[in-house]
């Protein structure tokens, strides 16, 4: 349960809410009940406008009154501290007075209260005449939520009790789903695979899924609401901050090309009760915490590698030698056969047209087009086996279908030698590798378990080795490249 809070002194608020004013108002602004604190002023609409000091509730030049007084408000000079009133008067030579507030209780007030208003029409023009009286008023106290949580809320002790009011409402949760292996949360999920510059979402589809409210099948408890900054940010936005929260899914397009790890920050936004209907634990929800999550963005720049069909279709250092031009792009192509380099072209966008051209004297007889064999870096991490087999630090570029025994090649256990032999392999934990079907006799040489890693992320494989030789334990950790 989170709450909001409410809270009034004890003594010196008002019945009604008011407005106060901290900082020049119009007469004609001004209704009965308002408050003219300090940083007032009065901008009258005519030199005959004039205001009425209470004699029980006023001092002038510090000294109580025996009746109401009254001053033209073209004589006023200054405002002060306790929203003092300084008028210059008519006298030979002039003077000045100060009209100062006096609460209920007899006291120094520093605020008027202004309890009358009258217009007049005179056959000098209009006159506005207000009544005020002195009283002390004591600014509402502020009550807020600490930033980014519904469940704290803090504020000022003033000098004087306090009565705190808590409404509590429900925080907004994310639904649930019942799988085979229990409940699942759906709070927003990071998408994989990502490219920079497309309209590819950051969010996987079907998570950050609100719950119903109450037992409605249609309203929610709220809006989903999204934020993406630099990975490195350790600090929401603020809810109020202007074009940064968003209830549309995220995607990769604002990121650069280069690809990038984002953060993206969420929270639900409590729904209100709906209009005319009194608010419940059933249809109105505060704001959830503010949560993240990280998202590799991967880049958008890819590799075309021309693959010569003969002596002359490429020259390794000079491009335009060869019989084949290559240009990037639609209606604007743009000829990048110079930035050939070693039969590479690199930096060709996801979806950019690519054109082949035979030169002068030259034709197609067939294209082909394949995609390259992706290829991952293998770090490996640790080893639980009774030797020192060297550095176990050492990076090593394995393509996506390898073997076991190459994996133990790169760490320093060789399956080449019979002492080295595999008895078994087994997956003890992680979901970026496959192991297929084993070939050969286990323990003997020349037995084999296909490995194929089918993303980045880390697994650790068990490898039993024939009964002269520990079992290893090899964590390894997966990047693409």
């Known amino acids: 349960m989170t709450l909001a809070l409410l809270l009034t002194a004890v003594t010196g608020a008002w019945a009604t809410d008011p407005k106060v004013y901290t900082e020049p108002v119009a007469m004609s602004q001004l209704q009965v009940g308002d408050i ?126 306090v009565v705190l009011t808590p409404i509590y409402a429900k925080a907004a949760e994310f639904a649930t789903e019942s ?26 589809e079907g998570t950050g899924i609100v719950a119903f409210a109450g037992t409605s099948n249609e309203d929610t408890q709220g809006t989903v609401m999204y934020a993406v900054t630099a990975a490195t940010a350790t600090k929401a936005p603020e809810l109020d901050a202007a074009d940064t929260w968003s209830a549309d899914v995220p995607t990769a397009e604002d990121v650069a090309d280069d690809g990038a790890e984002v953060k993206v920050w969420y929270y639900i936004q409590g729904a209100d009760a709906p209009q005319g209907v009194a608010a419940t634990l059933d249809n109105t929800f505060n704001n959830s915490d503010i949560a993240s999550l990280n998202v590799t963005v991967l880049s958008n720049k890819f590799d075309l590698t021309l693959k010569a069909a003969n002596a002359n279709t490429i020259d390794a250092t000079d491009a335009s030698k060869g019989t084949v ?97 595999i008895q078994s392999v087994s997956l003890t934990s992680g979901s970026n590798v496959t192991l297929g079907t084993p070939t050969g006799t286990p323990g003997q040489r020349g037995y084999e378990v296909p490995l194929t890693i089918t993303g980045e992320g880390e697994f650790v494989l068990t490898v039993g080795r024939t009964s002269n030789n520990d079992d290893a334990t090899i964590k390894v950790i997966v990047r693409a490249n």
Do not use: H
């Open 325 to 421: 031009s290559v240009k990037v792009g639609d209606a604007a192509a743009v000829d990048k056969t110079e930035d050939i380099t070693n039969g590479k072209l690199t930096g060709i966008k996801m979806g950019s047209e690519v054109k082949l051209n035979a030169k002068q004297g030259y034709k197609f007889r067939k294209v082909e087009v394949k995609k390259k064999e992706k290829t991952y870096t293998i770090t490996p991490r640790n080893m639980s086996v009774s030797y020192d087999y060297g550095n176990l630090t050492n990076e090593a570029t394995l393509p996506y279908n390898t073997t076991t025994s190459e994996l133990m090649k790169k760490v320093g256990l060789s399956s080449v030698n019979n002492s080295y032999n």
């Open 36 to 161: 003219l604190a300090t940083g007032f002023s009065l901008t009258p609409a005519s030199y005959l406008d004039v205001i009425y000091f209470d004699a029980n509730r006023s001092k002038q030049d510090d000294s109580p009154m025996d009746s109401q007084w009254g001053v033209s408000l073209s004589y006023i000079k200054s405002y002060g501290e306790n929203a003092a009133m300084t008028f210059t008067t008519e006298s030979d030579p002039p003077s000045d007075l100060t009209a100062t507030p006096v609460d209920a209780n007899g006291n120094d007030g520093n605020a008027w209260v202004v309890t009358s208003i009258t217009n007049n029409k005179t056959p000098m023009g209009d006159v506005c005449v207000i009544y005020v009286s002195g009283t002390y008023y004591e600014p509402p106290i502020t009550v807020e939520p600490v930033s980014g949580k519904t469940n704290e809320w803090t504020f000022t002790q003033p000098g004087s009790d």
């Open 179 to 204: 799988t085979s292996s229990g409940v699942t949360l759906l709070a927003p999920a990071a998408a994989e695979g990502v490219i920079a510059g497309t309209d590819a979402p950051l969010i996987v």
